[in-house]
């Protein structure tokens, strides 16, 4: 059975870098035909997409983002992060990790983590 | 970006009534080469993350109960619950996978009348 995690620390400061791992069992990222991603959801901007990655390293990334963002994949740990520079209040949201099931570097998510609440303050 | 826009933005319906969900894309969501609508429609319970629904405008996703539907070609798509369940009250949302960035309506909540 697929799992998905996310871990991170929830408060990060104005201006630093937001970094959040998500952890996956039940399936391999190295063997996988499928895109792994991150959306976040706050209540001001609903859900977002924010980027995708295959485990070949092909990546997209939304342009509003993109500039600040970097999604990478580590195979041997069955994992794949993302970090996102120069945060500011905005990126305050629930951050989620999920997998695709169309091989959709857009990422139609069949699978979800719980979710990671991140805030950022000072 | 194409904006993706739901109508209503809430809903009350009675318990076995018909629930029906409106989403309306600022461009075409069909592409011609394989016939296929890029649109997918997903279920959030409060506390929770989203869980997909359709995809493909109208393919149901594994273990979905087959009294959700989706409709719709083009720019004009549905979400239909024929009758409606208490574990159904939640917020529908649908996404468009078409073009980059993926987006995602503002969603519909949906309750028991």
């Known amino acids: 059975q697929l799992q998905l995690q996310e871990s991170g620390p929830g408060l990060v400061r104005p201006s630093e870098t937001l970094s959040l791992t998500c952890s996956v069992s039940?399936?391999?990222?190295?063997?996988?035909?499928?895109?792994w991603g991150w959306i976040r959801q706050s209540p001001g901007k609903g859900l977002e997409w924010i980027a995708s990655?295959?485990?070949?390293?092909?990546?997209f990334y939304n342009p509003s983002l993109k500039s600040r963002v970097t999604i990478s994949v580590d195979t041997s740990k069955n994992q794949f992060s993302l970090q996102l520079n120069s945060v500011t209040a905005a990126d305050t949201a629930v951050y989620y990790c999920a997998r695709d099931i169309l091989v959709s570097g857009y990422l139609v998510a069949g699978y979800w983590g719980q979710g990671i609440v991140v805030t950022v303050s000072s | 970006d194409i904006v993706v826009t739901q109508s209503p933005d809430s809903l009350a319906v009675s318990l076995g009534e018909r629930a029906t969900i409106s989403c309306k894309s600022s461009?075409?969501?069909?592409?011609?080469?394989?016939?296929?609508?890029?649109l997918g429609w997903y279920q959030q319970k409060p506390g929770q993350p989203p869980k997909l629904l359709i995809y493909?405008?109208?393919t149901r996703h594994s273990g979905v109960p087959d009294r959700f539907s989706g409709s719709g070609s083009g720019t004009d798509f549905t979400l239909t619950i024929s009758s409606l369940q208490a574990e159904d009250v939640a917020v529908y949302y649908c996404h468009q996978y078409y073009d980059n960035p993926s987006t995602f309506g503002q969603g519909t909540k949906l309750e028991i009348k």
């Open positions: 493909w405008a109208s």
């Open positions: 461009q075409n969501l069909l592409y011609s080469s394989n016939n296929k609508n890029y």
């Open positions: 039940g399936d391999s990222i190295s063997r996988s035909s499928f895109y």
């Open positions: 990655i295959f485990y070949s390293g092909s990546t």
